[in-house]
């Protein structure tokens, strides 16, 4: 190779000109070519060509200088590398270039000589890069690959690569794919880079030793150069990835997420890797073959694959062709293992992957809008009650084939507040958040069920996964785009277009839709949060229901959430990848609870916690009976901590309640400001705290100092009883519309005095970029319902009439029969049926609290 950029040829030119104006023309040294030349061009004698030298050489100088200058705008490539073919076609042009001007033999000599010269060598060698010079792409990435801890680097690059950059790079597939992505992204920010200011921020982050290695290749010219480049032409997109592996182990290396990958397209990818004489006939026949998953057939595929590469013999050749087949899918995943696999054996990379894996800038920049919204919100919704735990969600139990038999055990265990049970049945499973989305056997497009009860984290689970997405790719799937639509909206729930799902409308909304739809999905993660808010019409026929059958946007994967009781229909589809369901704390973990949330003090706390760990496993080893939680700190509030353990462990009762996190974190409330005593009911729990939260809401706005010693609901002076009834009466109208979300306008109707905070009682957020209000929760929403339907004893019979059988009110009414103690006639129907359901009052003579379904 030859850098125009370093021209010495001048100097050669002159001593060898000066040479030969010192010997005769016909001397032992002179060219058999200029012989020829004098030949045929009737040359004159050798004393009058030495007589025209000068004249020669100056115009032999301003010709070279301009054809140079020509040469380097029509044939050399943009890296300033030429090769002999690019030379063979700079002489053609000399040639033409000559013709024009005439015939002169002394002139053709020296032109031709000096190109003999310029390829003989007699000009240094292509140095690569250079430490003042611009990084070129390839070099980057191939030079960076090895960084394993890059985000630093990129912070320190200078030119104002930010964190918001760093989370969007980091959604590539590979290393190489995202230094490529951050070469791209630090040009765009910062045009005069250099090799300096890369050697310099690897230095910043204490990357010594790379940034030597890196120093002495741009400080070196022949540093980290092979032979075989001087006969190629680099250019920006060539991969220069070395060889890391042979063909066999490569492939080997990716079998596990191409058999996935091509499940998911199985017939067009065994179509076109037969046509291209791939794959023989009888495999691409066994793939049409009906009663075998797509999973099981794309699994012999890759055996048969595996059988021709080994078989081959070009077996390099071979997966090279297969590289080229997958990325012809223009599907993502393929072609980001295809892009793999080619860098691995240091192949270029086609050009038609750059438009398959990166996405549009539009679908990008909403993406990422969504990043820095999911970043920014908290995982816990609401701050009252107040937060408790590290994961307001608990545990997640991954629910495999279940018979009736197996989901009426587990529903008993639930509702005696044993969820260890739950783990341990037949097939279950506890598994990690990151899990929930792990690709199946079958299908790289999921459906996945998370249910539980009230309480027990469903929504917060989706906010944990929006924010995990939000700082980077998850763990076992990428998504270009996650979208959390929560069906208590009206608009989500009637939505008829995918554009309708967008809670955050921009302009590039509808570009972004068509991009999605155009692709079935793929690469669209959308979180439907709230099943059981839905109308049962809706459950049957709306774009939410038809997304998670797979009648539209079969490529996209799917979490939807609801409370058990309306699960049954979800978990009966043919389409469903996984049953997750959220089990809450267990009963160690509520102990550690109750204990980091009352002693703030986080040093003191742990303390606690392994002083009576080590109790625990001391009394266990000798002994049966329950220990009691003790403590030696002087600490007021590990005081607090270790009398609530204790009193939980005698009242079992409302302990089975504490795995639902939304409950714990009400009756560690509840117990500290009732002065450490327990409710004796869940109704009474949910009515302590809609007291305390008055309370609270009295003591912010100080609307009146004596009214900070409220007894109880039932004795609120009418300041506080009329706001009350009016927030009821809301509660009830909107959940017998299945409406759980208000604007401001539908809450017009309701008096100043209430519009003042809603008593607390309600949040206010931003949907459609419109402000939205809603209950803290959607179980305080059913208790005041009930509260008001408790006060209106004409009304109790009618709504029992019209919604037993109404999934959306079988929280209420077991709060209603909580209120009323069952003692009116119209529960007299429900007292004889084995039915678990309303019984919510504790007494020493009832079933205690059982169920939070």
């Known amino acids: 190779m030859i850098d125009v950029s370093q021209w010495r040829a001048s100097i050669g030119l002159w001593n060898y000109c000066q040479a030969a104006s010192s010997r005769p023309a016909n001397g032992p040294h002179s060219h058999s070519f200029k012989a020829a030349v004098d030949s045929k061009s009737g040359s004159t004698t050798s004393g009058e060509k030495t007589s025209k030298l000068p004249a020669a050489l100056s115009l032999i100088v301003s010709l070279l200088l301009s054809l140079l200058r020509y040469m380097k705008l029509i044939f050399i490539p943009p890296t300033g590398i030429i090769t002999v073919t690019v030379m063979i076609h700079c002489l053609q042009s000399l040639v033409l270039f000559i013709a024009t001007i005439g015939s002169s033999s002394d002139l053709i000599y020296y032109l031709v000589l000096l190109l003999l010269l310029l390829l003989s060598g007699d000009v240094e060698l292509n140095p690569g890069p250079m430490i003042d010079d611009q990084p070129s792409c390839p070099y980057f990435a191939r030079y960076l690959e090895p960084l394993v801890d890059w985000e630093p680097f990129a912070l320190c690059l200078p030119g104002g690569i930010t964190q918001l950059d760093v989370d969007i790079i980091k959604t590539k597939g590979s290393s190489y794919l995202r230094m490529e992505a951050l070469h791209k992204r630090w040009l765009q920010v910062n045009p005069t880079t250099s090799w300096r200011d890369v050697i310099n921020a690897l230095k910043q982050c204490k990357e010594n030793e790379l940034a030597r290695t890196i120093e002495d290749k741009v400080t070196d010219p022949t540093a980290g150069r092979s032979t075989n480049d001087d006969m190629e032409v680099s250019t920006s997109d060539a991969n220069p990835g070395p060889i890391t592996g042979n063909p066999k182990d490569i492939l080997r290396t990716h079998s596990d997420k191409l058999v996935h990958a091509i499940s998911v397209n199985l017939y ?42 080994e078989s081959s013999l070009n077996p390099e050749q071979y997966l090279i062709d297969i590289c080229h087949v997958l990325i012809n899918q223009q599907h993502r995943t393929l072609t980001d293992i295809a892009t793999s696999i080619l860098h691995q054996l240091g192949q270029s990379i086609p050009d038609n992957v750059t438009s398959i894996s990166s996405i549009p800038d539009h679908v990008q920049g909403y993406a990422d809008n969504m990043r820095q919204h999911y970043k920014h919100q908290p995982i816990v919704a609401t701050d009252w009650p107040p937060r408790i735990g590290k994961d307001f969600f608990g545990r997640l139990a991954l629910v495999e084939k279940q018979d009736s038999t197996t989901q009426a055990e587990s529903a008993w265990h639930l509702l005696r507040g044993q969820v260890d049970e739950t783990v341990k049945l037949t097939e279950n499973k506890e598994i990690s958040v990151e899990d929930v989305l792990q690709p199946t056997d079958s299908s790289l497009s999921l459906r996945v069920v998370i249910d539980g009860p009230p309480g027990i984290g469903k929504t917060t689970l989706c906010r944990k996964l929006l924010n995990m997405w939000s700082n980077g790719p998850l763990v076992h799937q990428q998504y270009d785009l996650v979208l959390y639509c929560p069906l208590r909206n009206s608009k989500i729930a009637t939505a008829t277009t995918l554009a309708d799902l967008f809670v955050r409308q921009r302009y590039e909304v509808p570009m972004v839709a068509e991009w999605f739809e155009k692709r079935n999905g793929e690469g669209l993660l959308i979180i439907f949060d709230g099943w059981d808010e839905l109308s049962e019409q809706l459950r049957q026929s709306s774009l939410a229901a038809s997304i998670i059958c797979k009648e539209k946007l079969d490529q996209c994967s799917v979490i939807v959430t609801s409370r058990s009781y309306a699960s049954s229909s979800l978990l009966k589809m043919d389409t ?109 729990l949910y009515e302590n705290f809609i007291l305390q939260t008055i309370r609270r809401h009295v003591k912010r706005h100080d609307i009146n100092p004596h009214t900070c010693t409220l007894g109880s609901l039932s004795s609120l002076p009418s ?59 959607l179980s305080i929403q059913e208790f005041l319902a009930a509260w008001w339907i408790a006060k209106h004893e004409k009304k109790r019979e009618e709504v029992f009439k019209d919604h037993f059988d109404d999934d959306h009110f079988r929280m209420c009414l077991r709060f209603v029969a909580g209120l009323t103690h069952l003692e009116h006639e119209s529960y007299q129907h429900v007292r004889g049926n084995d039915c678990l359901d309303l019984r919510l009052v504790i007494s020493p003579t009832s079933i205690r609290i059982l169920k939070l379904e």
């Open 576 to 684: 469903l990848s996984r049953h997750v369901q959220v089990i809450g704390f267990s009963k160690e973990e509520i102990s550690t609870v109750i204990i980091q949330t009352l002693q703030k003090d986080t040093k003191l706390a742990q303390e606690l916690i392994d002083e009576n760990t080590e109790q625990d496993i001391i009394i266990k080893s000798i002994a049966k009976y329950k220990f009691h939680f003790t403590t030696t700190q002087s600490s007021k509030d590990s005081q607090l901590a270790v009398k609530l353990i204790n009193d939980l462990k005698v009242r079992n009762d409302v302990q089975s309640l504490c795995y639902v996190p939304l409950v714990c974190s009400m009756v560690i409330l509840v117990y500290c400001k009732e002065g450490g005593n327990l409710p004796t009911t869940l109704t009474q």
């Open 719 to 777: 300041q506080l009883a009329k706001p009350l009834q009016e927030m009821c009466r809301l509660a009830y109208t909107n959940l017998a519309n299945t409406r759980m979300t208000f604007s401001s306008h539908q809450l017009q109707s309701l008096s100043e005095a209430v519009k003042e905070d809603y008593l607390g009682l309600m949040t206010r957020f931003t949907e459609y970029d419109e402000e939205k209000y809603q209950f803290l929760h």
């Open 268 to 309: 067009n990818v065994t179509d076109a890797l037969y046509a291209k004489e791939l794959i023989p006939q009888q495999t691409k026949e066994e793939a049409h073959v009906l009663g075998i998953t797509n999973y099981e057939k794309s699994s012999k595929l890759m055996n048969v694959i595996e059988q021709q590469l």
